[in-house]
């Protein structure tokens, strides 16, 4: 089944053509990377399809059903979610509020019962908090759920967005470079957490510089070069594509591909 | 290891310590106020208060400025002055009235003005402010322009409340307030709250995390011009007379400056904020001229040593004293 379905996609910024002429479809249920250089548009793709950005042109399809242009909110009741390359975390509130504001759409938000502070929105909020503090049990950060997340480390963060995102009960989820910064120990994490999430039945869509990350937990990869399709297939297919190779790889990744990349 | 919870802290926990510290010293104030004087502006610094934490909701918690709140609190206060007034309505009937226009303004307002951003959106409700003043001076006939209209005194289910009665005001205005922090912190701690702070956090999380943010900016500007149109029609009846003046732009900066001074985003900090700007002129009265040139350094001295606010610096004061 396809999950998302792009169509003729093209964007532009000014003089610009950050996508141009981008069709691809994704299957429901596997672990997809997209790479490609810097500035290909992988960011730009994430904030097109998550109605961050409108499209000059095309048809984004998810779910079977045609999205192009919803707000943000919208797409994410329907169950598509992300998370940011540069931080995007609500530094005044504490982790477990940061993913309290995940569950938004799940729980009982009606104004006057918040006013009032009546029993339904008490209930609600404790098992708001409940399963956020579960949350961050699962992505390794139950220690740090009352601080505020302006005062976590860089590492933790990363994870807090993917606690967040989860919280929406995602069908899709798209992970701008969740391990950028991060040294191998934490990029070990994300990679194990990558193949949780995914097991729990979530399409994972994953925009990664860590080779060793993409390589080891994709089940397919789309490659992008300004703003278009450079290839697309399974890992070992993209891995001996002499155009990727070419564009981005580099013949001592091609060489390094060798070698097994370490399991997750 | 688990890190203590804040709330273990009383100072911390808005509703259970916080709310009964504030009763508390609402309670023990009048043993400090001498004279009928002192009562008065302690019902000015309440009245004000009231107005500051609704703000706080907009500018500290949502992270949108107003420049235009005075024309909220001068529609509450004209409006019941003018229901009460020539009308003859009952003024607790006028107040909700006015605070359903003021309600419905702010929302058709609100609509189009909240897509602004920062400056912009500095500039948009600071003409709406001025648009709302202008239209109170030149109305001469419903208003009496810039002489202003007399009040009749608040009448509450058959008792009539005159301005000089201060005590009584004093007891009403310290409910209200009660009342107004009460609800400001149910509000902070619901899944509206979050949403408000999320957004002023970061707008695009909070939008990819479902919030529908022009939905969540419209809601608590409605909240907060409605909580300023309370403490105008308040102030109205206890002050028995208004002019333009409670409209006009000075007014919404001195509301603004209280919301900055008590501490952005901290709902006893706006109660600190409007106590202090409405008692310190008061006290520097002994200055005679300069009394604003002291005020005003005071505000920078404010802003450069306690850049956070009054009352979230003292608590960090407080917090780091302890071992």
Redesign the interface.
């Given at each position: 089944m396809t999950i998302l379905d792009v169509k003729d996609l093209a964007k532009g910024f000014g003089g610009i053509r950050a996508i141009q002429g981008l069709s691809f479809s994704l299957r429901a249920g596997a672990i997809h990377s997209i790479i490609g250089p810097n500035g290909a548009g992988k960011t730009t793709l994430f904030n097109l399809v998550t109605g961050l950005y409108a499209p000059d042109q095309g048809r984004i399809a998810f779910l079977g059903e045609t999205v192009t242009g919803l707000p943000p909110h919208r797409l994410a009741a329907m169950g598509l979610q992300r998370t940011f390359q540069n931080l995007q975390i609500f530094e005044t509130m504490t982790a477990v509020e940061n993913v309290m504001v995940g569950r938004h759409l799940h729980i009982l938000r009606g104004l006057l019962p918040s006013l009032f502070r009546l029993p339904s929105i008490v209930r609600s909020d404790r098992d708001a908090r409940e399963r956020a503090s579960r949350l961050l049990d699962f992505v390794g950060l139950g220690t740090y759920a009352e601080i505020p997340a302006g005062a976590m480390p860089y590492g933790a963060l990363k994870r807090l967005e993917i606690a967040r995102a989860l919280a929406a009960e995602p069908k899709l989820l798209l992970l701008d470079e969740p391990a950028a910064g991060c040294n191998a120990a934490e990029t070990q994490e994300i990679d194990t957490l990558i193949q949780r999430v995914a097991a729990a039945g979530v399409t994972v869509v994953l925009v990664e510089h860590d080779m060793s990350l993409v390589m080891g937990v994709s089940d397919h990869i789309l490659v992008l070069d300004h703003g278009q399709k450079l290839a697309e297939g399974p890992v070992a297919e993209i891995r001996a594509n002499p155009a990727v190779i070419e564009a981005y790889l580099g013949t001592r990744a091609a060489e390094a591909g060798a070698v097994p990349a370490p399991a997750g | 290891?688990?890190?203590?919870?804040?709330s273990d802290d009383w100072i911390a926990d808005p509703r259970r310590g916080g709310l009964a510290l504030l009763a508390l010293v609402l309670v023990v104030l009048p043993i400090f106020l001498p004279n009928r004087f002192y009562y008065d502006v302690a019902i000015h610094a309440g009245l004000a208060a009231i107005a500051v934490v609704g703000l706080n909701l907009l500018i500290g918690y949502a992270g949108q400025i107003s420049l235009g709140h005075a024309g909220f609190f001068g529609l509450g206060a004209y409006g019941s002055a003018v229901l009460t007034g020539t009308h003859g309505w009952p003024p607790l009937l006028a107040l909700l009235a006015s605070a359903l226009v003021v309600a419905v303004l702010a929302f058709l307002v609100g609509r189009p003005i909240l897509r602004l951003r920062g400056h912009y959106l500095a500039m948009a409700t600071l003409g709406m402010g001025l648009l709302i003043f202008m239209v109170i001076t030149n109305e001469r006939t419903v208003t009496g322009g810039p002489d202003g209209m007399a009040v009749p005194a608040l009448d509450i289910f058959g008792f009539s409340l005159s301005g000089r009665n201060k005590q009584a005001w004093y007891a009403l205005v310290a409910l209200c307030l009660l009342l107004a922090v009460w609800?400001a912190l149910?509000?902070i701690?619901?899944?509206?709250?979050?949403?408000l702070?999320?957004l002023?956090?970061?707008e695009?999380?909070?939008?990819?995390?479902?919030?529908?943010?022009a939905e969540y900016k419209l809601?608590i500007f409605v909240i907060s011009a409605v909580y300023a149109s309370v403490a105008g029609s308040l102030s109205a009846h206890y002050g028995g007379f208004i002019t333009p003046d409670a409209v006009g732009f000075l007014h919404s900066i001195e509301l603004v400056t209280m919301v900055v001074l008590g501490g952005m985003?901290s709902t006893y900090g706006a109660v600190v904020g409007a106590a202090v700007l409405v008692a310190l002129p008061q006290f520097l009265t002994a200055f005679h001229d300069y009394e604003q040139v002291m005020l005003g350094a005071i505000l920078i001295v404010c802003m450069i040593f306690l850049r956070r606010g009054l009352l979230p610096s003292a608590i960090d004061l407080i917090r780091a004293r302890r071992p």
């Open positions: - | 290891m688990r890190v203590p919870l804040p609800l149910n509000l701690d619901s899944p509206v709250g979050r949403a702070r999320a002023h956090g970061s695009v999380a909070a939008r990819v995390g479902g919030v529908d943010v809601i985003a």
